[in-house]
C-alpha cells in the first residue's frame, strides 16, 4: 500500500489518518475473513479487491478521469448503474462498512442515526475516503430520513443528484419512478457531455445482467450441503461487486463458481454435511462489517443465503434485454429497479413473501433479521417478517446491532442460544 501514498497525498487525504484506517479494516479483516479455514482458492482475487479499494481501484478511477470520463459516487442499489456506464461514467459504492470513522460524523450529526450513514460521512469528514476528492457527483434517494436530510447538507458542498424512490408501488408512484429514472438519464448525459445511445445501452444492461446471472449462480451453489464456500466469502463477493470494474469482477466470479461446482463434486466444504443453515435478513453489510457473518458462523452454522442489499435484493431480477429502442430501455431499466424492495416501502408484502421463500429454497433452519442500529425501516418490519416466518414454521432471531465490537459478547451468546434451539 505505501506506493500509494504519493496518490492519497494529492488527493489531499490525511495520510496519517488513513493509514490508521487501512490498519484498522485490516485488522478486523484478518480477525474475521482471513482467519477462517479451508477457503475456496478463488477467493484470493476477491479478497484483493477489498485490499485494494483504497489502493488498486483508486488508481484505475484516476486513469479512467485522465482520460476525460468522469465517476459518480452511489448511496444505495436503487441508482441504475447501466445508464451511467453507457455514457462512460464508472459508479462506485461509497456506503461505510468501518466503525473508525463513525466517531467523525457523530462529531457533527446526531448519534442516533444508522452506522452505515454515520461510517460514510466519517470518511469523507475525516478526509479518509479517497473516492469523496474523486467523484464528478454524488447520487443520493430518499430511502430513508437519515439519508435524505444528510443529502441537503451536502448538496450544498457537492455536486449533488438525489432521485426520489417512491414509498408505495402503485401507478402514480410507478410513474414517478420511471421519470425519476429518465433525469437521472438527463443528468449523467449533462455530466459526461454526451447522449445515451441504445446501442451501447443495451451492451451496459448486457454487463450488469452477466453479473447479476453470476451472482445469481453463486446463490444457488450455496444451496448445496454442505455448501461449498462460508456464508462470510460470500459476503466479500458481494462488497467485492460493489467496487470492482463489473467486467472482470463476473470473469472472475464464474470462475469461482466452477471452482465451488468443483468443491461440491469432490465434497470439499468449511462445514460438515448437515450443519445449521441460516438466512440472514435486513440491511445491508458493506466493506469493513462482517460482524454478523462471523458471529454466526463461528457459532456453528453457515450462512447460505442472504435477503439483503449485499445479498439478493442486488442481483434479483434481470433488466428486460428485449427491448431495443431507448424509451423501451429505460422503461425496462425502471421497472426492473422497482422491483427491489427496500424496506422504505409500504406496504412491503412482497418483500415478507420473498423472505419466507428465499428461506425455504434455502433449506435453511432458521432466519437472522441483521437490523442497522435505528433503522427504523427494517426494525419496525422485521415484526411482519418474524411473524410471516412463524406460520411457515421458520424459527428467526432479530439482531440490532451497530459496527462497533462492543456488543460482540452479548450477541454471541443470544445467536449461541438460537441455533440450539433449532436442534
Ligand atoms: S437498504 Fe434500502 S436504502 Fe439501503 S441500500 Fe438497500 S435499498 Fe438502498
Ligand atoms: S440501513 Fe436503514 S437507516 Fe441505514 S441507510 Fe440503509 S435504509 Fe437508511
Redesign the pocket.
Known sequence: MANHEKMWQELGLDVELHNELLKSIDRTFQQTVGAQKNRPEGMKYFDNVLHESHGGRVAELLDVKAKGNKVIGTFCIYVPDEIAMAVDITPIALCGGTNFSVPYAEKMFPRDI?P??KSTLGLAFSKTCPYAPIKNMAVGET??D??KKTWEILAGKVNFHVMEVPQKKEEPDIKLWHKEVREFKDKVEGLAGKKVESKRLAETIEIMNDKRRALQKLNELRKHDPPPISGLDALVVMQAALNDEPVRFTETLNQLNDELEERIEKGISPFTKGVKRIMIAG??AVMGNWKVHWLVETSGAAIVGDETCTGSRYFENLVDETAKDLVGQLSALAERYMKIN???FTPNTDRIEGVVKKAKESNVQGVVQYI?Q??H??NVEAIRVDGALKQANIPSLKIETDYSEEDVGPLRTRVEAFLERLG
Request: some cysteine.
Open positions: 444508522c452505515l450513514v430511502t430513508c437519515a439519508k440491511c445491508p427496500c424496506a422504505c442497522l435505528y433503522c425501516g427494517y
